[in-house]
């Protein structure tokens, strides 16, 4: 704080109503600490083997069961599809009424011609036909409106937060299949290091795994 | 549900690997077995998409670690007819190997093949990966750092290398090195909110191992909050984040329950404990919002895995009683 | 030394994915329904101005009812919300699109060309 140079960003967060700052420092500073000691572990260094099964089993339970209540994105695609066939059919219904009009009008147009009589204007399109026009395509409007994917956020924080709060649940497009460009965190390859991968440890840990889950079942 | 192929298998816990190696069958089955490189036979045969070259190599890491030795042999089997000689299926083929070795005797074999590929060419980098990692799976972690080095000395923008090294000091207690590796990282890719509460829990290790309560001390928690603040702010709703940051600011109250002296000629200064005691009930309020949110299986707080949201429930459930006394 | 609104990107970057994700959807939309206005406006027989005038009603009708049905509805239903000060700062638009001017006027311009294509068609094949 005292040195503006030496902060790089200055992050403000709300805690509780009241603001305050909380300077945070991206400035790499290289000093070595000596430190060798004992390794506390977090739960992330060994989530791959720690793994509590049952828990996984009800998730995938409750996912299957919670699915029911909620309003499949899939019957969205339905509604938009079937709203935006009917406005179509008006539309086309529309466009024949047109034509047919001025087909008779100029049909009309050639007999008074030729019965000598006064010369109608060309008279404008019926009221019922504009009418008609106007109503389809807000229909369609509404329905291709409808059947647009949803947004993603662009604030680089609420797409990450979205990315780990909702998972592929957010990023389904309107089939309800996850969109294909949908990859997770983009950075966890960083962490997974899928080119050093230590086959053998992975197998190891696998078989060991298989054990625990008969032993479990027994 | 299982897990997308498309996506690294790596960090699965088991459960899900297994789902994804019982893919294989039908992923084999439905894809076709050749496909065609030249352009006009690509009009006549089926039409080849990068998504299916990532489904093999997924499928090949996690087929090997269930021991579907055929099904990954099978998927390396068509990488190889479409890519022939490329360096990262001839990487795909030398974990096949190590996969299966038996001994320690095969396991020399696979890594003298290695050494031949990496003496024609060596900046080969999926080989050159390949064989770090098997040095560091023979336990020979001296020769799998300094070939890490050589890697990055040819190559300093790799932040999976880079990644691998904070790794493997980490792995021997080597934290200021790990840390200057994290660093790297975060050069490379300063965005990411991983690497960031990565960096965190680095810095929070070394600040406690080293048993120490000087200015290093301070001054290395003072780290660990920023970089896990930083995450939170690059992330709403981080988990992995929002449990960092609790256990730094618990253990800075703890610690500040016993008279601790302020030095303040530091480049970073810790924050003053009203600061540190807010952090800590934000961190508090945060956790227990997805704890609830996430075992309720609500919508759109289902992306949490299950096993962090367990750990942060037991931190939670941890600092319930200590909460009562105060 | 970066200015303030490099420090304030650093801070909280954009997400360009989403921003051409986010774009892209609205450009779609824009051009599908510019051809389609193209058809009524054939088929009513506009010319000239009035033609013109048709398409700029209904491609504001567009953008309106694009953000009364995929913009509005998320700004309740965020749970983050609650949290994040974004949604006050500059109204919901902006957490999907970079400026509000650009979201309410490229559909004029965008769909423009295949409005003027249709119209023409339908003019044609209605009063032929």
Known sequence: MKEPSTWDRVLEMRIGGESFRLSACTQLDRCGYGTIGMWPLLPWHFSECSQPVGIVVTRSISKSTAKGIYPNSSTMTLISKSITGFGSLLLAHACYSAQEHSALQSFRAATSAALTLTPTAATSLPMDIAIETAVAILVILVGLVLGTSPMRPIQWREWAGKIEREGEDGFKDNNGQVNRDYLGNPFAYIEGRPNFVDIRKQRNEFTEWVKGQGQEQK | ?326 | MPSQQELDFQISPLVQESLVHNTRTLHNLQSLTASLFGVGAGILGLESYSGFLFYLVFSLITTLLFYALRIAPTAISSPSSSSSSTTSKGGVLSRYFRSPLDFWTAGLTNGLAGFILTWTLFYGLVRA
């Open chain 2, 1 to 326: 549900m299982a897990p997308s192929l498309i996506r690294s298998p790596v960090q699965l816990p088991p459960a899900e690997a297994l789902a994804l190696s019982q893919q294989a069958p039908v992923v084999l089955q439905t894809s076709p077995s050749t496909v065609s490189s030249s352009a006009l036979g690509s009009l006549f045969s089926a039409t080849e998409k990068p998504e299916l070259w990532i489904q093999y190599e997924n499928l090949i890491l996690s087929c090997l670690r269930t021991g579907d030795d055929r099904a990954a042999q099978e998927c390396y089997d068509r990488l190889a007819a479409r890519f022939g000689n490329n360096d990262r299926v001839k990487a795909l083929g030398g974990l096949i190997k190590e996969a299966q070795a038996q001994n320690n005797g095969e396991l020399e074999k696979v890594l003298k093949e290695y050494d031949q590929m990496l003496e024609e060419n060596n900046t080969n980098l999926p080989i050159m990966k390949r064989r770090i990692a098997l040095l560091r799976s023979m336990g020979r972690l001296s020769d799998a750092g300094s070939a890490l080095v050589q890697l990055l000395d040819f190559s300093p923008t790799d932040s999976e290398a880079w990644s691998e090294l904070s790794d493997l000091y980490f792995s021997q207690g080597l934290y200021p090195q790990a840390i200057y590796a994290m660093e790297e990282v975060l050069i490379l890719a300063p965005n990411a909110w991983n690497v960031h509460a990565r960096l965190g829990e680095l810095q929070y290790m070394a600040a406690t191992a080293s048993g120490a309560t000087g200015a290093p001390y301070q001054k290395q928690m003072a780290e660990a909050i920023k970089r896990f603040s930083r995450s939170i702010e690059l992330c709403d709703n981080y988990l992995r984040g929002y449990y960092g940051l609790k256990l730094v600011t618990k253990r800075l109250l703890k610690d500040n329950a016993k008279p601790a002296k302020q030095s303040d000629d530091e480049d970073f200064p810790l924050p003053d404990s009203n600061t540190i005691e807010r952090l800590n009930e934000l961190a508090t309020a945060k956790l227990a919002e997805i704890v609830r949110h996430s075992s309720g299986q609500d919508r759109g707080w289902r992306g949490y895995d299950a096993a962090e949201v367990a750990a942060a429930r037991e931190l939670l459930s941890e600092d319930a009683p200590s909460g009562m006394e105060r």
